[in-house]
């Protein structure tokens, strides 16, 4: 058979720029004719090649022959015993390799985020992460998908919303269970709301605390989340009691306000999860009959297959929570 005109054979970007051109683009080389190619390069025949790919003969020498003419290059030398290389198929054999190399990688990385077993998760949280539902949710999600990061960032319920909204997080944890415009949400599980208070202070002496004994006491939060929540949910249940609470915001971060607990600046509150910390100087009472209820959030906008695979997981802990919790 005459070689045809020999051309320059591609290099494997030119290739793969090739392939991405789509059925529109001209001299485009398709997947099949490269996977064909290779084959009959391995093989040395395309009867072999034909064999190893599960189709016909015909069909091999049919996408060999349309990408010849494509490249305006003979890449087969035919003869009785089968093929071989020519200088030109020489060539594009290692271009051909390096394609459909990146190509795997490609298709590779794209399964694995699909699977969630690699990506990006931007999470709110509003709750303390050092026990209860959030600590085993993340420590479980870790353990399922470890090569999935995370980013974690504090905020207000309004802050993680607006943020959800705009894609900027994938979900957040908040307190309540209020409905938020634009995004989808589900209750989770509730936590005790505990008063913060110094190990020495007269009140520590009880097991539990009411709203009256807090009266006259003298509070302090933080000026970052969840420090204007506390402030909000003091003066919410204090003046229905007559009394104006005495809060001071302090410019500190969570860890920070129970230190200056500790020397005795003030009171403060917290949830449950907070509680299984060890924090010199302070003591955790519970105050009778509260509770904090905790939602997810997130956009029906947003496709991260991770964050659909933690809202999955959260769902089914925030069934099992409230099946196995006992009464408050």
Aim: hydrophobic letters at 45%; aromatic letters at 6%.
């Amino acid at each position: 058979m005459p070689a045809r005109r020999n051309r320059d054979a591609p290099s494997g970007s030119s290739v793969l720029a090739r392939i991405v051109e789509g059925s529109a683009g001209k001299n485009t080389i398709r997947l099949r004719q490269l996977r064909h190619f290779l084959a009959a390069a391995d093989q040395g025949s395309f009867r072999k090649a034909a064999i190893a790919l599960a189709i016909n003969e015909s069909s091999v020498s049919r996408q060999i022959r349309d990408l010849e003419d494509e490249l305006g290059a003979s890449l087969f030398i035919r003869h009785s015993g089968g093929v071989r290389l020519t200088v030109a198929g020489q060539e594009f054999l290692r271009s051909a390799r390096h394609a459909l190399r990146q190509i795997d990688i490609g298709v590779t990385k794209v399964a694995a985020v699909g699977r969630a077993d690699q990506g990006l998760l931007k999470v709110g949280i509003f709750s303390s992460l050092a026990s209860g539902f959030l600590f085993d949710l993340l420590r479980k999600f870790g353990r399922h998908h470890p090569t999935v990061q995370i980013d974690l960032m504090d905020g207000n319920p309004a802050e993680h919303v607006a943020a959800v909204r705009k894609l900027d997080l994938d979900i957040a944890f908040i307190t309540g269970t209020a409905r938020w415009d634009g995004c989808e949400t589900e209750h989770l599980w509730c936590e005790r709301v505990f008063v913060v208070l110094p190990t020495d202070h007269p009140l520590a002496a009880k097991a539990q605390l009411g709203w009256p004994d807090l009266t006259g006491e003298r509070f302090i939060v933080s000026d970052v989340a969840p420090g204007q929540e506390i402030h909000d949910y003091l003066v919410a249940h204090l003046a229905g009691l007559g009394h104006h609470p005495d809060i001071h915001s302090q410019h500190v971060g969570r860890d920070n306000i129970l230190s200056l607990v500790a020397v005795g600046r003030g009171l403060t509150l917290t949830s449950e999860a907070t509680t299984v910390g060890q924090f010199p100087g302070i003591a955790f009472r519970q105050l009778a009959d509260e509770v904090l209820p905790f939602s997810v959030v997130w956009s029906d906008q947003n496709d991260n297959p991770a964050c659909r695979r933690l809202l999955s997981m959260a769902r089914a802990m925030g069934k099992a929570s409230v099946l196995s919790q006992p009464p408050l």
